[in-house]
C-alpha cells in the first residue's frame, strides 16, 4: 500500500513490536488507551464515529440477508464487543457484513430464522478449529499484488454501495454530501481532536433538522430496535438431515469471514506498522460468531470499511475503540433510536465515500508504476479487483487473484529450466558417454516438456544426465525423468542421473519406477 504511519491522522502509531512477539499487546491494549486524556478521547470519538456508521450497514446487510434489521444490528453489537476481547488485531472492527450476508441468505430463504442462527454456531464452530489447525499461516501465500488488488477491489465496492443512496433522492441531497466531504477534508487542518466524520455527522444533521429539510434519513433504512438481545438457542431437530443443510453454508461462511478477516487484519498491520496475532484473531472471530449466533444474529467479520473510519480517519489504535463501537450502537439503536433516525443518509455516504478514497491505494495506478511493474503484477491485482467487484465478494476475487498468482509464477519458473547438450572434452576418449546438463527448477510445469529435449537416436549407449543445476521438487519431474530412462532402454542405451543434491536425490530414490505405466 502507498500509506505510511505518516499520513495518518490522530495519534502516532506504536513503535514496531520485536522480533518474534506474536502482537501488539502494550499499544493496542485496553489499559493503553488510558495512557493519556487525548488517547481515551481519540479512542472514544473513534468508537462513537464507527457506530453511527454501522448502522445502515448492519440494516442494510439484514435486508440482503432476508432477516428483520435488528438480527444485523444486534449482530454488530456482539460481534464488535466479543471480537475487542478475543480477536488478535488491536482497533479492528468487527460485525455483521455483506460477505456474510450473502452467504447465509439462502438458508433464511428456504429454511428460516432458525436454521439460520444454527449455520452461524456452526460456522464460528468450524473457524475455531480452522484457527486451531494453523489456518492464518496460510496468510503468507498471498502475494503483494493480490492485497493490492483486494485493497483497491475493497474501495470499489465501498463507493458502489453508496452510489444506492444517491440515486432518485431529493436535489439537495448532492450538496450536502459534497459539504459532508468538503468538511473532512479541511477540518483536520484546524484540528485533529476531534474525528473530522463526527463533526460532519453532527453538523450535516444539525443543519437538516433546523432547516427542516426533507431528505432520506437513517430511520428510513428500517426499524431499529426498542429492546436488548437476549440469549436463545435455534429451535431445529439435532439430526444429520440438519447437519446436511447448514453444513455448506457454515462451511462458507467460515471460510469467507476468515480470509476477510485475515486480509483485513493484515491491511491494518501495514496501516500502524504494528503486528497482529492471525491465529487468535481467527479464534476470535469462531468465538464471536458463536456468542452471535446464541443472541441471535446473523453472523459476520471484520469489517473493512469500519475498520479504516475507526483506524485511518478517526486514529484509533488500541481495542477499547472496538469495544466502544459495540456498546455506542446498541446504546444508540435502543437508547437513542429516535434521534439517530433523524440523522442524514447523506451524512453517512459523504464518510463512506471519503472513506473508499482513503483506502484506494492511488500509487498502484500511476502510470508510472504500471510502467515499472512487470505485467504479470498488474494482471494479478486487476483479476483481484474485476472478479471481486462483479461478484461483490471479496473472498472470490482473493482465490483468483492468488489463482492466477501461482499460473504466472508456474509459467515464468518453468522458462528458467534448460537441457545443455555438452560437447565430448578435446582429447578426450573415442565413443564416451553423452552428457546432458538440466539446470533450472524442476516442477510439473518446467519438467513436462524435458522428454522431448534429447536425442534418443543418435546418442551413443552411455547417456548421463547432470542435475547439478537442477532441483527435483515434485513426482511429475520423476516421472519425467523415468520417461526418458525408459526411452533410452527400448533402444538398449543406459542412462546415468548424477549431481542431484540430497533433497533431489531422496524424492528420485523414493519415487523412480513406483509411479506406474502412466507416468
Not at 450538496?175 to 463533526?199: E, N, Q, S, Y
Not at 433538522?209 to 438457542?233: K, M, Q, R, W, Y
Not at 440438519?242 to 478477516?261: D, F, H, K, Q, W
Not at 437513542?336 to 451524512?347: C, S
Request: hydrophobic share 55%.
Amino acid at each position: 500500500m502507498s500509506l505510511s504511519p505518516a499520513d495518518l491522522p490522530g495519534p502516532a502509531p506504536a513503535p514496531p513490536p520485536v522480533s518474534g512477539a506474536p502482537e501488539a499487546t502494550a499499544s493496542g491494549s485496553f489499559r493503553a488507551a488510558f495512557s493519556s486524556v487525548r488517547t481515551l478521547r481519540t479512542e472514544v470519538l473513534a468508537g462513537l464515529v464507527v457506530a453511527l456508521a454501522l448502522i445502515p450497514e448492519a440494516i442494510a446487510f439484514s435486508i440482503i440477508a432476508g432477516v428483520d434489521p435488528r438480527i444485523g444490528l444486534f449482530a454488530s453489537f456482539t460481534m464488535a464487543v466479543t471480537i475487542s476481547f478475543l480477536g488478535g488485531r488491536p482497533a479492528m472492527i468487527s460485525a455483521a457484513t455483506g460477505a456474510i450476508a450473502l452467504v447465509v441468505a439462502p438458508v433464511v430463504l428456504e429454511h428460516g430464522l432458525d436454521y439460520l442462527i444454527a449455520t452461524v454456531l456452526l460456522g464460528g464452530v468450524i473457524q475455531v478449529v480452522l484457527a486451531l489447525l494453523g489456518v492464518a499461516k496460510l496468510m503468507r501465500f498471498i502475494p503483494r499484488s493480490v492485497m493490492v488488488g483486494f485493497v483497491n477491489a475493497l474501495a470499489i465496492l465501498i463507493f458502489l454501495s453508496q452510489v444506492t443512496h444517491l440515486i432518485d433522492v431529493p436535489w439537495i441531497v448532492y450538496p450536502l454530501v459534497a459539504a459532508g466531504i468538503a468538511i473532512m477534508v479541511f477540518f483536520p487542518r484546524l484540528t485533529k481532536a476531534v474525528p473530522a466524520p463526527l463533526v460532519a455527522i453532527v453538523l450535516l444533521t444539525a443543519a437538516v433538522v433546523l432547516a427542516g429539510i426533507n431528505v432520506p434519513t437513517v430511520g428510513d433504512e428500517g426499524a431499529l430496535p426498542e429492546s436488548l438481545p437476549s440469549l436463545l438457542f435455534p429451535d431445529v431437530p439435532l439430526t444429520l438431515e440438519t447437519l446436511r443443510i447448514i453444513a455448506p453454508y457454515a462451511l462458507a461462511l467460515a471460510l469467507v469471514g476468515i480470509l476477510e478477516s485475515l486480509l483485513t487484519a493484515k491491511l491494518v498491520d501495514d496501516v500502524t506498522d504494528t503486528h497482529s496475532n492471525k491465529t487468535r484473531e481467527a479464534l476470535g472471530q469462531g468465538a464471536a460468531n458463536i456468542v452471535t449466533g446464541f443472541f441471535g444474529g446473523m453472523g459476520g467479520c471484520a469489517m473493512i470499511g469500519q475498520t479504516m473510519i475507526n483506524v485511518k480517519s478517526s486514529g484509533a489504535r488500541t481495542r477499547l475503540s472496538t469495544f466502544l463501537a459495540g456498546v455506542f450502537l446498541l446504546i444508540l439503536v435502543v437508547g437513542l433510536g429516535d434521534v439517530v433516525a433523524i440523522m442524514p443518509m447523506a451524512a453517512l455516504v459523504a464518510v463512506m465515500i471519503m472513506v473508499s478514497v482513503g483506502t484506494f491505494d492511488w500509487h498502484s495506478v500511476r502510470p508510472a508504476t504500471l510502467r515499472r511493474m512487470p505485467r504479470s503484477e498488474t494482471t494479478v491485482m486487476l483479476a483481484t479487483v474485476v472478479v471481486t467487484v462483479v461478484t461483490h465478494n471479496l473472498a472470490y476475487g482473493v482465490i483468483v487473484g492468488v489463482l492466477v498468482a501461482m499460473v504466472l509464477f508456474a509459467n515464468r519458473v518453468a522458462h528458467f529450466t534448460s537441457v545443455t547438450r555438452l560437447e565430448p572434452v578435446e582429447g578426450g576418449a573415442a565413443g564416451g558417454p553423452r552428457v546432458y546438463a538440466v539446470e533450472g527448477e524442476l516442477f510439473f510445469a518446467s519438467s513436462n516438456d524435458l522428454v522431448y529435449q534429447f536425442n534418443y537416436a543418435d546418442d551413443p549407449k552411455d547417456i548421463v544426465i547432470d542435475l547439478t543445476g537442477a532441483h527435483i521438487w515434485d513426482a511429475s519431474t520423476v516421472a519425467s525423468l523415468d520417461a526418458v530412462t525408459t526411452r533410452y532402454e527400448a533402444r538398449g542405451k543406459s542412462v546415468t542421473i548424477v549431481g542431484m543434491n540430497d533433497d533431489s536425490a531422496a524424492r528420485h530414490q523414493r519415487l523412480a519406477g513406483n509411479l506406474g505405466a502412466g507416468h
